[in-house]
């Protein structure tokens, strides 16, 4: 194991270079597979000292700097650059052509008003192009890293500069688009939990890691970028699109390159059980992965079962499963497991958990908890009475509240806020700097289990109930809610408070399910499992529902949405057919072009055929209508790539959301000067309808 460092991460990743040389540290794979750049110790240590010196010359130093990156090498060195700088990085998600996903991004800059935005040629265009309509973001000068590395010399760079703060980042926690929270990590935060990850799951300079989560975001931020430093390891990164658009390249990848490591949400680890085919998993091994890491909240006994169970004859090891608990107030991880160690499953009594008690128990009346782990090396945790704050007795259910040096400062300038969260004290005691989580949970024979979140609870004629039990009941009831999400909340009426239920359907079950015969399914086995009747049931298409940017399902906002009108259910299209197969992708010649029409008719055969659905689309119909999600539009791009000779990403099918549209923007022929651009030759209904499926985007990062 590599030693600690007490300073900054600059240290550290000079440090590595000094040692490691020429190992490499870094390296993107183009589409999943390809190896497009590689980054040794040496040359990240380089590269960032010519970032920083330019930085310095700008007197960034103190200053919140914007990261704006496509995955992979470039958001590495704009990370350590920042640092090298002496300024505040802030990482965000580049924000798709469309309103909601540019509203958020909008209230970051004006939380915590930054002084540049840091980017890459490669993306550059779009964001000046995307930003126009929002003058408080297109005003901001934007640099490129690229430019930044020829401006000078590494030994520009001035290492004795005075630092005008220890922050080195704002993680901005996922949340409503109108109040996001800047969580202040500092270094010393960073270095201390990097070093609980690499204790707890045995990482050293001889690790590999294979990740597609999104690096704007804790998890993969700190959990791949930071860590890999920390240890020394190499880290093999491919995009959440790759990832989305063919699942099976993460586990190939994994195997080709004898990876030790790798984390995932839930989420993740279904998609390769749904979506991975038996040919694409020729010739792979998966006997190196050691660490498996899941940090779901809570964590689905049902996930980790499907999952071993399709890839042990691959090589999946049962104890190779990971699981932790953390968010982004405690830098990441606060609870983990044991290199080693199988996860630890308590079935309990359901009725006695929705009384806020812990009873173990067998039989249909049992539901299965999966430990979160342990806590970690000198971080403490307690459960909390919420209501009395005083501490709970093991097996009772309180607020999870957690102390030690992973715990981050505040939130940026909200004080307020800050207050409410962390420096807390349990009552009697004179114990400050805990944070409360507002997640439920209990601790048993000092493991952690995670049972809900403090403000989603339900109370219903004097009762507990848990969203997510009520939701799992939901999607356990019937084949069209397999490997999607559905949300649970209560809404007062005169009546007083009742409960109700949005939940998406599958894509190739919407045109085979009766949707008044799967209601009754559904209120029949929520009465069945839980003895409440629903106030309402809503069915929604896949992606259309709320969600964080790690995937975690946003219960308030789909309760105002529900609540304003603005939920829009589906409709029943039919009955009784099958859904439709992708064609074969068969690659053009090199040299062969396709007309507009020609264009537009693949377009939407493919679009259809992917989204399964056989009613009737037109070319004017946005990708979101004809079924096209977040998750589809990454395997799309992938078929529209081989099938055509192109080179699309997915956010093309939010910049030109109709087949139609797309069409015309990839036809050989010129588009006229009379002619009006993609924006603005959209439709109000197509433009909605593109909006709405866009609110859902499944992108991991933090815990599920």
Not at 98 to 107: H, P
Not at 266 to 279: A, H, N, Q
Not at 298 to 323: K, M, N, V, Y
Not at 641 to 650: A, F, H, I, R
Request: charge should be negative; glycine fraction near 6%; charged fraction near 25%.
């Amino acid at each position: 194991m590599t030693r600690e460092f007490s300073e900054t991460l600059v240290h550290i990743a000079r440090d590595r270079a000094q040692r490691l040389g020429d190992k490499v540290a870094y390296a993107n794979l183009r589409d999943g597979k390809e190896e497009q750049r590689q980054i040794s110790y040496r040359q990240l240590d380089e590269s960032c000292r010519r970032i920083g010196a330019a930085l310095q010359r700008r007197n960034a130093a103190g200053e919140r700097i914007l990261l704006l990156f496509p995955q992979g090498a470039e958001f590495v060195l704009g990370f350590f650059g920042t640092l090298y700088g002496g300024a505040i990085a802030v990482p965000a998600h580049t924000p798709k052509p469309n309103k909601r996903s540019w509203a958020t991004f909008e209230a970051i800059v004006a939380d915590c008003r930054p002084r540049f935005i840091l980017t890459c040629h490669s993306i550059r265009d779009n964001i000046v192009a995307w930003s126009k309509p929002y003058p408080s973001i297109s005003a901001l000068e934007l640099l490129c890293v690229e430019d930044l590395e020829s401006e000078g010399l590494a030994d520009d760079w001035d290492g004795l500069a005075e630092a005008r703060t220890d922050i080195a980042f704002l993680q901005y926690t996922s949340g409503s688009t109108s109040t996001p929270k800047g969580v202040m990590v500092s270094h010393a935060n960073l270095i201390h939990n990097a070093g609980l990850t690499a204790r707890h799951m045995g990482h050293d300079d001889k690790t590999v890691i294979v990740s597609w989560l999104p690096l704007f975001h804790d998890l993969g931020l700190i959990g791949i970028v930071v860590q890999t430093l920390q240890v020394g390891a190499t880290c093999y990164m491919m995009s959440p699109a790759a990832f989305s658009g063919n699942p099976a390249l993460w586990l190939q990848a994994i195997s080709r390159y004898r990876a030790t490591s790798s984390m995932s949400s839930d989420f993740g680890y279904r998609l390769c059980v749904k979506s991975i085919r038996p040919e694409q998993l020729e010739g792979v091994d998966l006997s190196s992965w050691r660490n498996a890491l899941n940090a779901a909240e809570p964590i689905h006994a049902s996930t980790l079962a499907s999952f071993q169970e399709r890839f042990a004859p691959f090589g999946f090891a049962e104890d190779a499963f990971f699981p932790a608990y953390g968010l982004a107030e405690a830098t990441l991880l606060s609870t983990t497991s044991r290199v080693g160690e199988k996860p630890v499953i308590m079935r309990v009594d359901r009725v006695a958990l929705a009384r806020g008690e812990f009873v173990p128990a067998e039989g249909p009346d049992a539901v299965a908890l999966v430990s979160s782990g342990r806590p970690a090396h000198d971080m403490e945790v307690a459960i909390v009475d919420p209501e009395t704050q005083a501490r709970c007795a093991d097996g009772a259910i309180g607020e999870v509240w957690v102390r030690g040096p992973s715990i981050a400062r505040a939130y940026w300038q909200a004080p307020d806020a800050s207050r409410q969260t962390f420096a807390q004290s349990p009552a009697d005691e004179s114990e400050p700097h805990f944070l409360r989580t507002g997640d439920l949970g209990f601790l048993w024979n000092e493991e952690l289990y995670i049972a809900g979140r403090l403000k989603d609870l339900i109370i219903s004629r004097g009762r507990n109930l848990y969203p997510q039990d009520i939701e799992l009941t939901v999607k356990d009831s019937h084949p069209a809610f397999r490997t999607v999400n559905g949300a649970a909340f209560s809404v007062d009426n005169d009546d007083g408070e009742t409960i109700v239920v949005v939940h998406e359907i599958e894509r190739t079950a919407r045109n085979a399910t009766d949707l008044t015969e799967l209601e009754k399914t559904v209120r029949n086995a929520v009465w069945q499992e839980h003895d409440i009747s629903l106030a309402d049931i809503v069915f929604i298409p896949p992606a259309s529902l709320p969600k964080t940017t790690s995937g975690k399902v946003q219960r308030r906002l789909t309760k105002a949405l529900y609540v304003s009108g603005e939920m829009t259910p589906l409709k029943t299209r039919g009955q009784g057919s099958e859904p439709a197969m992708p064609t074969p992708a068969q690659r053009p010649d090199g040299d062969k072009s396709f007309g507009r029409q020609e264009l537009q008719e693949r377009i939407l055969t493919q679009a259809q055929a992917l989204a399964g659905t056989k009613a009737p689309v037109e070319a004017t119909d946005s990708f979101g209508t004809i079924g096209i999600d977040s998750v589809l539009a990454a395997r799309l791009a992938v078929i529209l790539n081989e099938t055509l000779n192109l080179s699309l990403e997915p956010t093309i099918f939010w910049q030109y959301p109709t087949p139609e549209l797309l069409a015309r923007h990839l036809a050989p022929a010129p588009i006229t000067a009379t002619a009006k651009p993609a924006a603005q030759a959209r439709s109000k209904d197509d433009l909605l309808r593109a909006l709405k499926a866009a609110l859902g985007e499944p992108t991991l990062e933090r815990q599920e």
